[in-house]
């Protein structure tokens, strides 16, 4: 029997260590680690390459779009299994760009939730039915919310991260070891790619994202 390798994340240890403990009864899964934080789930996926994130939905730095994001650009196939507490215009946005997810209220039975995660190791979605009809009552406003940044690369981010921040292009090489000039052609590359007049502009769009929220050490 294939195992699944799971990778547990959720500000509440005690909550995802029973989930845990749950888990290495069963044959067909594999605890590859439990973090308590978004930085932490993603640094973590990367180098472990979990086929599903169980990820709980009240995390301390940065919410679960941003996890996904991240995962994403670097682990095309792992799969997300979110336990939530409440429907917002976020899990829409989730939904609407990639369909290896599975949705369950963090109240749900053991038994739902393991039902899930099979599904969702499997390559199919789950999705709670009550939350399916909570999704629909948010209106349709609030659900339209692509991902600006999703054309600029890795490096682009991380060097919009330090611009937003207000490190000029010489504090921004320093910190990245790039040279000055390196950095100068990503600004060029991102403001292009953003449709943007200037690095002041970027700077507000980033912080509308909030790229700017994640901690310093993510990207050093």
């Not at 095309?76 to 939530?84: A, C, G, M, P, V």
């Not at 053991?110 to 390559?123: D, K, N, P, T």
């Not at 943007?196 to 050490?217: I, N, Q, S, Y």
């Amino acid at each position: 029997m294939k195992k699944h390798l799971i990778l547990l994340a959720g500000e509440n240890r005690l909550f995802i260590d029973s989930i845990k403990t749950i888990l290495e009864r069963e044959a067909d899964f594999t605890v590859a680690g439990c973090v308590s934080c978004g930085v932490d789930a993603i640094r973590t996926a990367r180098m472990v390459s979990p086929d599903v994130i169980v990820a709980d939905q009240q995390m301390p730095d940065i919410n679960l779009l941003q996890i996904v994001r991240e995962v994403r650009l670097s682990l095309k196939t792992t799969r997300f299994l979110l336990l939530i507490k409440e429907e917002t215009s976020e899990l829409l946005t989730i939904l609407s760009e990639t369909k290896q997810v599975g949705i369950v209220q963090n109240s749900s039975d053991i038994a739902e939730l393991i039902s899930a995660l099979r599904s969702v190791s499997h390559g199919e979605s789950y999705i709670n039915p009550g939350t399916i009809s909570s999704l629909r009552m948010i209106p349709q406003e609030d659900r339209e919310h692509e991902d600006p940044l999703a054309e600029i690369t890795q490096r682009e981010k991380e060097v919009l991260y330090w611009l937003a921040r207000g490190l000029t292009n010489r504090e921004i090489s320093k910190t990245l070891i790039l040279s000055e000039k390196t950095v100068k052609n990503h600004v060029s590359h991102i403001l292009r790619k953003l449709d943007l007049a200037d690095r002041t502009k970027a700077a507000a769009l980033a912080w509308k994202e909030g790229l700017p929220m994640m901690p310093e050490e993510f990207f050093l």
